[in-house]
Antibody, heavy 118, light 107 residues
Framework: QVQLQESGPGLVRPSGTLSLTCAVS?????????WVWARQPPGKGLEWIGE???????NYNPSLKNRVIISVDNSKNQFSLSLTSVTAADTAVYYC???????????WGQGTMVTVSS | DIQMTQSPSTLSASVGDRVTITCRAS??????LAWYQQKPGKAPKLLIS???TLESGVPSRFSGSGSGTEFTVTISSLQPDDFATYYC?????????FGQGTRVEIK
């Protein structure tokens, strides 16, 4: 059973870079899988950020594309999110998830709260 | 960009009730629609994909329908475990837009 676990700083300064990692256990990154990042501001709805596969191919939400980089490390069985020039609007619970090639997120991590504040 | 609008925003119902949530897309998304259930403090759970395909392990009281721009998810007989927030999501485009959510609460 594949499991995902997000990790990273819980506090980021405004104008800084938010960096998170998702460790995948119980399975490898390869195959038809896409590895997803999504977020949810406190008390609000969900927003899809982007995805990556094991070859490093990526797809991003156009609304965030100019600030987001998603990368993969197959040797460590993990993938990462980098979001630059953050503001308070980027405060959210960040989730990683697995898409088995069906364009839907089937397995999710528990989420990690990131606050943007000075 | 494709906008997804759910109605109602909040739904009050009793155990055993039949409930329906509607999701409308701002343009046609064919059947590229998923429904998720989310409980407080937890990650979303995928219930339905391709507008009407129930995920493995999801109770048969859940059903989805629709295509194009209008979609529904129905719970045939609401159970205590079903009180949660439900989100639709389009996956025709890479914005993968979610609806704003429908909270199903106890009446």
């Amino acid at each position: 059973q594949v499991q995902l676990q997000e990790s990273g700083p819980g506090l980021v300064r405004p104008s800084g870079t938010l960096s998170l990692t998702c460790a995948v256990s119980g399975g490898s990154l390869d195959g038809t899988n896409w590895w997803v990042w999504a977020r949810q501001p406190p008390g609000k709805g969900l927003e899809w950020i982007g995805e990556i596969n094991h070859t490093g191919s990526t797809n991003y939400n156009p609304s965030l594309k100019n600030r987001v980089i998603i990368s993969v490390d197959n040797s460590k069985n993990q993938f990462s999110l980098s979001l630059t020039s953050v503001t308070a609007a980027d405060t959210a619970v960040y989730y990683c998830a697995r898409d088995p090639g069906r364009a839907v997120a089937v397995i999710w991590g528990q989420g990690t709260m990131v606050t943007v504040s000075s | 960009d494709i906008q997804m609008t759910q109605s109602p925003s909040t739904l009050s119902a009793s155990v055993g009730d039949r409930v329906t949530i509607t999701c409308r897309a701002s343009q046609s998304i064919s059947s590229w629609l998923a429904w998720y259930q989310q409980k407080p403090g937890k990650a979303p759970k995928l219930l339905i994909s391709q507008a009407s395909t129930l995920e493995s392990g999801v109770p048969s009281r859940f059903s989805g329908s629709g295509s194009g721009t209008e979609f529904t998810v129905t719970i045939s007989s609401l159970q205590p475990d079903d009180f949660a927030t439900y989100y639709c999501q389009q996956y025709k485009t890479y914005s993968r837009t979610f609806g704003q959510g429908t909270r199903v609460e106890i009446k």
